[in-house]
């Protein structure tokens, strides 16, 4: 993700924010979980630009049975495709 604002003061970029707030640090953190890398370039007046690098192994794991079952209900109701 890329923008060409203000940029990011780099002090903010390795502190802990508001209370309930997480941040880049949260990001840093999600990211390391799914054994990828999160990337921040930014300077002054500048922009920012946010690199997420996750693992094609990590990225394209199926997802459990029971999640596919409640986002077709959720997003098909009584309307939900039966599976072949």
Same mark, same amino acid.
């Given at each position: ?6 940029? %990011? ?7 802990? #924010? ?5 941040? %880049? ?10 054994? #990828? +890398?999160? &990337?921040?370039? +930014?300077?002054?007046?500048? #922009? &920012? @630009?946010?690199?997420?690098? %996750?693992?094609?192994? $990590? ?8 999640? $596919? ?12 495709? %039966? @599976?072949?």
């Amino acid at each position: 993700m890329r923008d060409d604002g203000k940029g %990011i003061d780099p002090a903010f970029l390795h502190k802990e #924010g508001r209370a309930g707030h997480y941040g %880049i640090p949260g990001m840093r953190e999600r990211a390391k979980l799914l054994e #990828g +890398t999160l &990337t921040v370039w +930014t300077a002054p007046n500048s #922009g &920012t @630009e946010v690199e997420l690098s %996750i693992p094609a192994s $990590r990225a394209y794991v199926a997802a459990p049975s029971v999640l $596919r079952g409640w986002l077709a209900r959720k997003l098909f109701g009584s309307r939900m495709p %039966i @599976e072949s």
